[in-house]
T-cell receptor, first 113, second 112 residues
Framework: KAGVTQTPRYLIKTRGQQVTLSCSPI?????VSWYQQTPGQGLQFLFE???????NKGNFPGRFSGRQFSNSRSEMNVSTLELGDSALYLC????????????FGPGTRLTVL | DAKTTQPPSMDCAEGRAANLPCNHS???????VYWYRQIHSQGPQYIIH???NNETNEMASLIITEDRKSSTLILPHATLRDTAVYYC?????????????FGTGTRLTIIP
């Protein structure tokens, strides 16, 4: 079974631009979560989508948004990029069962210049 | 979700068992203990999880104390590829709670 895939793997943008990252979950997984990882803040939860609805949200500004499609694929968007948005963005998918584990993709490394 | 405390770093000789401790003294009855690891610049990898009984899989064993206030992840025969940051996470098993709260983890270095 294929794992979680994320595209692109690397991205360079400049301040003020916007970016869209994509995540394809493991087949059959309906929950997709997004995380941001920076050296200073570590791994932080952004949001989670299930059945095309945002179900959980972390403490990030409204510039960070996402969506999920009917095939469970998800995208996250960051508008008006800031230097501090440079990070590894990770996507994780899971089955919806009690105590289930999450499976992470390799991440997208975003650099904002 | 309950907070966890882990030592910032540990070393282990190759071929020996690596024992990684985690304290979660405020854990509540419906919270599971999860372990993930992250090898440099890769996505975190699920290792094992448990509620109150000890668990074992092909990667590791998880020992949870009877009062559930602490746990130990055991890698029975550590190899160089086990060098990574290991995260102990406590998460309620409620339907719809998919959020993982990562702490700073333990940086495990396997010494040849």
């Amino acid at each position: 079974k294929a794992g979680v895939t994320q595209t692109p793997r690397y991205l360079i943008k400049t301040r003020g631009q916007q970016v869209t990252l994509s995540c394809s979950p493991i087949s059959g997984h309906r929950s997709v979560s997004w995380y941001q990882q920076t050296p200073g803040q570590g791994l932080q939860f952004l949001f989670e989508y299930f059945s095309e609805t945002q179900r959980n949200k972390g403490n990030f500004p409204g510039r960070f948004s996402g969506r999920q499609f009917s095939n469970s694929r998800s995208e996250m968007n960051v508008s008006t990029l800031e230097l501090g948005d440079s990070a590894l963005y990770l996507c994780a998918s899971s089955l919806i069962t009690q105590g289930n584990e999450q499976f992470f993709g390799p991440g997208t490394r975003l650099t904002v210049l | 979700d309950a907070k966890t405390t882990q030592p910032p770093s540990m070393d282990c000789a190759e071929g020996r068992a690596a024992n990684l401790p985690c304290n979660h003294s405020t854990i509540s009855g419906n919270e599971y203990v999860y372990w993930y690891r992250q090898i440099h610049s890769q996505g975190p990898q699920y290792i094992i999880h448990g509620l109150k009984n000890n668990e074992t899989n092909e990667m590791a064993s998880l020992i949870i104390t009877e009062d559930r206030k602490s746990s130990t992840l055991i890698l029975p025969h550590a190899t160089l590829r086990d060098t990574a940051v290991y995260y102990c996470i406590v998460r309620a098993a409620n339907f719809g709670n998919e959020k993982l709260t990562f702490g700073t983890g333990t940086r495990l270095t396997i010494i040849p």
